[in-house]
């Protein structure tokens, strides 16, 4: 049995009308308005008006069943086809990789725009706080700062970076995502000039003016090798890096000695 409707709680109260016809056959309900389409079983008729068993809320006798997947797991969703897709992934795209409904992702972040903004501030948080882990992890120092500089980028496929730059070149066109990603660099730089301090880099710059540096070369070693992928990510973003940090790593000497 097929029903189409304008809106969800039309359909809703089809499903849930005590006489409803066609009892013991499936139904399915696709709703213009909201893109959700809903697969289920219209019972066979009881004193208590039983509803059609489906996997919308709104058809589990008006009692909202409880989330079975995360806002992160979603996050995590999108990131993947993000890798996968580059920016014209679609919330089908997400849905589909999370193993949930397309209505489960709209009624959560609402719409694409929605899920890049809510990923773009979840980065913020975990960037600063993988770099302190990797930091920590290596004993600090010297050491720490160049583990949380290397495990900023995780290693990846020419593809999965190309597609990641595509979409960063789409967030930049958008104020507000543009917005949030100053935040997220900001959050970096903060936590690269914490760890500059405890580096023991007597010819570097302030610790501001080398968070910058530092965030401008790993960010433009990860882009020039999505255009030319030469060797593995991970060894182009080293070797870059050392060269500047082993620089700096230098004691200062007089002119003339």
């Known amino acids: ?74 996050q995590e969703a999108t990131s993947r086809a993000i890798e996968e897709l580059g920016p014209g992934f679609t919330v089908a795209d997400v849905a589909e990789r999370a193993g949930v409904s397309v209505g489960t992702v709209a009624g959560r972040f609402g719409s694409k725009a929605g899920l890049l903004r809510a990923l773009m ?26 583990a949380a500089l290397l495990g900023w980028f995780p290693a990846m496929s020419p593809d999965v970076a190309a597609n990641n730059v595509a979409a960063l070149g789409v967030d930049l066109t958008d104020r507000e995502l543009r917005a949030l990603l100053g935040e997220l660099f900001s959050a970096v ?46 060894t182009r973003v080293a070797g870059d890096l050392d060269a500047v940090l082993e620089a700096w790593r230098q004691p200062i000497t007089e002119k003339g000695d």
């Open 189 to 234: 730089e903060k936590e690269i000039r914490t760890l500059v301090r405890a580096a023991e880099l007597p010819s570097a710059p302030s610790p501001a003016r080398a968070a910058r540096v530092l965030t401008g070369l790993v960010n433009g070693s990860v882009l020039a090798w999505s255009v030319q992928p030469k060797g593995a990510l991970t």
């Open 121 to 146: 501030i979840s980065a913020q948080d975990k960037a600063a706080t993988g770099m302190r882990d990797r930091a920590r992890a290596a004993g600090g120092g010297y050491a720490g700062l160049r």
């Open 1 to 74: 049995m097929l029903l189409l409707t304008d809106t969800l709680p039309g359909a809703c109260a089809f499903a849930r009308h005590p006489r409803v016809p066609f009892s013991g056959q499936p139904l399915v309900v696709v709703s213009r308005v909201f893109a959700v389409t809903t697969i289920g079983y219209v019972p066979e008729p009881d004193p208590e008006g039983a509803l059609a068993r489906v996997n919308e809320q709104c058809f589990n006798n008006g009692v909202a069943r409880p989330r079975k997947i995360t806002d992160e797991a979603l």
